[in-house]
């Protein structure tokens, strides 16, 4: 067992001779706590606790937190109160153990109680670890050192994995690499992030892992070898120009080369290349430095195009700074190299953590660094301000996506997640702007309000004075207007505080065009409220026209079969694109064709008429020609088989006859990676074309989506499925 003295002498490094009793005082206690207790290793319990302050120690922290590792499982193991710990080493101490207790208990999946009892289903994982991400913010707010300490105690944690059962190895790793991992990355605090990543990977992934490990060991004397060259000649031209730097190479950690690996296969390119698994750092006292030093490295060998980054100029918004930059090295090797200065290494190797390194002197507001972190403090104000399933979406979606930098006008960088519109852009700068956003420039030039923005894209915003606000058509997925949950949940509370009788309007139009579009009677309004839960209809107007249940929602229920056990034959309809095949299940293969009256497609309800000659016709359940057939002992249960196969459908749609107007629908169908089997159009005296266009759709999803785009074309005045009962005239 490791000896509190080599914490000590961790220790003796950084703090004073008092913190050392105090720390001594720790251990004692904690021995006493923990005495006669076994971890699932065999070993004795204190290990854990002191290997926990060893971590800390690592990130040289204060002595309070050193002393709160050590007592860190104390009031959850051992009958001990925070009011014990305070009265024997002070409140703040007591503070973080007792913060460090609560983040243990709240990440706990399910408690063993509740597992047995009958019918409980259990805790969706994601749902739950979002759960406790939500709470590491909110402990984060209040003091960011019991989140440190917890990643140093989940660390331990992983490195002594192996002593427990394998269902447990794969849960704990997973939630390590969703949450432990990103969050030391958000704090910045890369020491923790790569042994996090490593270890959670080593269980998730152990043949991807002992592969890339031996990737790595396997070339390492060539490598290392290209490296000593590659530090021998930048020092010497560093010296030339009277740069003072430190120059050494840096390994990667394996779950980094394991991401790459994924990228390069993805792209469709071959991971051979040794070069890629080491980069060169350049350290240097001055922020000057880093740039003199990238020019000399510019003049040794040629950058790639593209691949330089100045973090320096624009920080990570977890505080990295650092100049990266991709040089054809020796041989004509890619090869990474860094530039930052020692301040700058300290904060990308602590992180967050460096704030709260034993400083002399340091006390109270010292202490307040989080108001430091921006996205921290915005973080706390959205969690105050947006209800509970908004704010745990938006921790999904908007802290852990990728991110792209963004400025404004001003020059002022925002950190948005990637896929971010000018939209989501102008509700991040201020709701108001949002509200009444009409247009937008980015880099100068108009762009539609649906662009993606991209990486150092200045964007601004051009709103308007009248009292308008956003439009429902901004939550509607399929356009892409906005993407952030921040955007949506202001959307959304504006559509609120509309009067009720506006929402159930707007609810009623969007409801009946929806069901019009996909060819369902409107009498069933009720029975689509149902669906959703709603007994009373005008609520359920009221859910859709705020925005509170989209369109794309009744289009996901109703391509969702039912649960109910329906009688008679099972038959899997598998019709091809031409041809059309279908399996009785038990029986084997029987002719199918989909019927040319209503043209089904997957998510639609169907049912099987048998015919006397051509086998088996499928229909749409609510077909005229089905609903009026006197044999109804000659309907069959039919069931769609598996998807990935597309299926003709055909949709009518009324345009201003102007120029261009098919090419425009064509191509936005085929941008769509739709195929298009017919077209054909109609001109009218009026200037109205009736064009009619068949496409090869795979599901109703797919047809929702593409309805509702073509009516966004210029000068569409209505689309519509068509087919029921009735065949087109043309
Ligand atoms: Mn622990």
Redesign the pocket.
Known sequence: MVKIGTVEKKLKEYLPEDALSFVQDGYNFALKCHEGQLRKSGEPYLE??IQ?ALIVADLKLDANCVVAALL??VI?DCDISAADIERDFGAEVAHLVDG?TKL?KLAKPVSEDVKHKKNVKNVDDGASHIQSLRKMFIAMAEDIRVVIIKLA??L??MRTLDALAPDRQLSIAQETMDIYAPLAHRLGIWQLEWELEDLSLRYLDPDKYKEVTQLVAARRDVRERYIKKVIDILNEELKKTGIKAEVYGRPKNIYGIYKKIQKYGLEGKEFSDIYDLLAIRVLVDEVKDCYNALGVVHNIWRPIPGQFDDYIANPKDNMYQSLHTTVMALDAKPLEIQFRTYEMHRMSEYGIAAHWRYKEGAKGDDLRFDEKVAWLRQLMDWQRELSMPDFLDMVKTDMFGDQVFIYTPGGEIKQMPAGSTPLDFAYRIHTDLGHHCIGSKVNGKLVSLTYKLRNGDTVEILSTRTNRGPSLDWLNSNLGYVTSSHAKARIKQWFKRQEKATNIDNGKALLEKEMRRLGIPLGHQEEIALLFNYDDLEDFLVALGCGEVSTNQIVSKLSTPSDEPEAGPKIMAQPPEVASSIRVMGVGDMLTHVANCCNPVPGDEIIGFITRMRGITVHRKDCPNVLNEDEKERLVTVEWGHAGQSYPVSVKIEAEDRLAMLRDITTLVSDEGVNIGAVSTVEHDDGVSHIYITMHITDIKQLSRLLTKLEKVVGVLSVARIGEGKKKKV
């Open positions: 854990h606790p926990t860190h499982d959850e460090v243990g105690d989940r331990h944690n």
